[in-house]
């Protein structure tokens, strides 16, 4: 969605619940068409409790989708930022490039980094931004190793 290509084997979406169940969500989901990826349907309850997302599948055109059951905070204020976008004729929340590359460094494998890379050279990513919220980020975690990766790919997008 924001220039940089590559085949992605499934579709991660961020569902903000609020007040309703999983369960809801689960039957929601089930009559629009999806179905669970879980071998085990009777652990789905402790699956998503580890995991904190639903793998399912939409059933006509077995494209996998990661439905992350989002939380308070970060994914909350990703979700705010988001910007609305034509997709298809539907009007969908996306991420900005920005939030994107933050998600990218919290995964940190070697394909998300590879993803900042491209992103950093393919769109107008604000890296400042990116910096601050990864600084916040690295705040909360106790930690410091967030921004220097993300200087990294910056790095790595430049000189090729």
């Known amino acids: 969605m924001h220039g940089a290509v590559r085949f992605t084997e499934d579709i991660d979406v961020?569902?903000?619940l609020g007040s309703l169940s999983t369960r809801t969500l689960v039957q929601a989901l089930s009559q629009a068409g999806f179905a669970l990826r879980v071998d085990d349907v009777?652990?789905?309850?402790?699956f998503v409790e580890k995991t904190h997302v639903l793998p399912m599948v939409h059933e006509g055109s077995h494209v996998p989708v990661d439905v992350v059951l989002g939380g308070p905070g970060?994914?909350?204020?990703?979700a705010d930022r988001a910007?609305?976008?034509?997709?298809?004729?539907f009007s969908v929340p996306v991420?900005?490039?920005?939030?994107?590359?933050?998600?990218k460094v919290l995964a940190g494998r070697p394909k998300d980094l590879e993803d900042i890379v491209a992103l950093a050279r393919t769109s107008?990513?604000?890296?400042?931004g990116v910096k601050e919220t990864l600084a916040l980020v690295e705040q909360a975690l106790d930690q410091s190793d967030l921004v220097p990766l993300f200087?990294?790919?910056l790095q790595r997008a430049?000189?090729?």
Do not use: I, K, N
């Open 42 to 46: 009777d652990d789905v309850d402790d």
């Open 124 to 128: 107008r990513l604000d890296a400042s």
């Open 158 to 160: 430049r000189h090729g």
């Open 74 to 78: 970060l994914e909350e204020l990703f």
């Open 83 to 89: 910007v609305p976008t034509d997709v298809g004729g």
């Open 14 to 16: 961020t569902v903000l």
């Open 151 to 153: 200087e990294q790919c």
């Open 95 to 103: 991420a900005t490039a920005e939030d994107v590359a933050v998600m």
